[in-house]
């Protein structure tokens, strides 16, 4: 038997650190009569166990876990296999709680179709950072719009982040739809933290907001718009060409038909 830390993994669950890796809360401060103990067939045991809060220790929430691990041979694949049971431990250390979140890295990127005249899509990505000391979740918002607040995209808000233990960082992607290319996109992140007191009531705090931007190029419409000018300001140019040959044209035959009044003029 062995107490652990705990953290939050890439799918949202609560897991505890192996034994091998060193635990600085939780698994440091709880202890147990026995670190093996043996449990007949139908039978139960009882470990009592204590947590022992160093002084000094910051104030805050504290995750880990107190797990038995039963190493037992594979003969068909060759290994050994760890299977560990655990009993979650969630403390707060008395002192002033301070919940905050962060929004980091935020970035939008646009994608555009070969239709010029069709919307396009977007990526927003960010990552939520538990800046706190206490346990918080997060409910998230997100909106994207061209210059002005216009063209706003729909976007399906993300699903409530699992509980962030302190310093722990949580990363999210938002696909978007029915972006309109308008040159320039903003997206707008709100995160309402989500903080569970010992009751298990959980209360929503002041909204954090963060703001990021991004071009949003119609490339191919400019393409077709530049092919167009181009055009037009060649067939201006031509038919201007053509003008001026045609008055040139027109001076040269009436200079040439008073030259030939001038050489031989009537009686």
Same mark, same amino acid.
């Given at each position: 038997?062995?107490?652990?830390?705990?953290?939050?993994?890439?799918?949202?669950?609560?897991?505890?650190?192996?034994?091998?890796?060193?635990?600085?809360?939780?698994?440091?401060?709880?202890?147990?009569?026995?670190?093996?103990?043996?449990?007949?067939?139908?039978?139960?045991?009882?470990?009592?166990?204590?947590?022992?809060?160093?002084?000094?220790?910051?104030?805050?929430?504290?995750?880990?876990?107190?797990?038995?691990?039963?190493?037992?041979?594979?003969?068909?694949?060759?290994?050994?296999?760890?299977?560990?049971?655990?009993?979650?431990?969630?403390?707060?250390?008395?002192?002033?709680?301070?919940?905050?979140?962060?929004?980091?890295?935020?970035?939008?990127?646009?994608?555009?179709?070969?239709?010029?005249?069709?919307?396009?899509?977007?990526?927003?990505?960010?990552?939520?950072?538990?800046?706190?000391?206490?346990?918080?979740?997060?409910?998230?918002?997100?909106?994207?719009?061209?210059?002005?607040?216009?063209?706003?995209?729909?976007?399906?808000?993300?699903?409530?982040?699992?509980?962030?233990?302190?310093?722990?960082?949580?990363?999210?992607?938002? $696909? @978007? *739809?029915?972006? =309109?290319?308008?040159? &320039?996109?903003?997206?707008?992140?709100?995160?309402?933290? !989500?903080?569970?007191? /010992?009751?298990?009531?959980?209360?929503?705090?002041? $909204? @954090? *907001?963060?703001? =990021?931007?991004?071009? &949003?190029?119609?490339?191919?419409?400019?393409?077709?718009? !530049?092919?167009?000018? /181009?055009?037009?300001?060649?067939?201006?140019?031509?038919?201007?060409?053509?003008?001026?040959?045609?008055?040139?044209?027109?001076?040269?035959?009436?200079?040439?038909? !008073?030259?030939?009044?001038?050489?031989?003029?009537?009686?």
């Amino acid at each position: 038997m062995y107490a652990a830390d705990g953290f939050t993994t890439d799918t949202g669950a609560l897991d505890l650190l192996p034994a091998a890796r060193t635990s600085v809360g939780v698994g440091a401060w709880v202890r147990t009569d026995a670190t093996r103990i043996t449990v007949d067939p139908g039978r139960t045991v009882t470990v009592p166990f204590t947590v022992t809060v160093p002084r000094g220790a910051t104030p805050g929430d504290y995750v880990g876990g107190l797990l038995t691990s039963l190493k037992q041979p594979d003969d068909a694949e060759g290994i050994n296999v760890d299977r560990r049971l655990g009993i979650r431990i969630k403390l707060r250390v008395s002192g002033a709680l301070r919940p905050a979140l962060a929004v980091e890295d935020a970035h939008v990127s646009y994608d555009g179709t070969a239709d010029p005249f069709a919307k396009g899509s977007a990526t927003l990505t960010y990552t939520i950072h538990n800046t706190g000391n206490a346990a918080v979740a997060a409910r998230q918002a997100a909106r994207l719009s061209g210059p002005f607040g216009w063209f706003a995209a729909r976007v399906r808000a993300p699903e409530d982040t699992p509980e962030l233990l302190p310093g722990e960082r949580w990363k999210v992607t938002v $696909p @978007v *739809t029915g972006v =309109t290319p308008s040159f &320039a996109v903003k997206a707008r992140i709100t995160l309402t933290p !989500l903080l569970t007191d /010992a009751s298990g009531s959980t209360s929503p705090l002041a $909204p @954090v *907001t963060a703001t =990021t931007h991004a071009p &949003a190029i119609p490339w191919v419409l400019l393409v077709l718009l !530049l092919v167009l000018t /181009a055009a037009t300001v060649t067939a201006l140019r031509l038919r201007r060409d053509r003008a001026r040959r045609e008055e040139s044209r027109v001076r040269a035959a009436v200079a040439k038909e !008073l030259e030939a009044l001038s050489a031989h003029p009537r009686p």
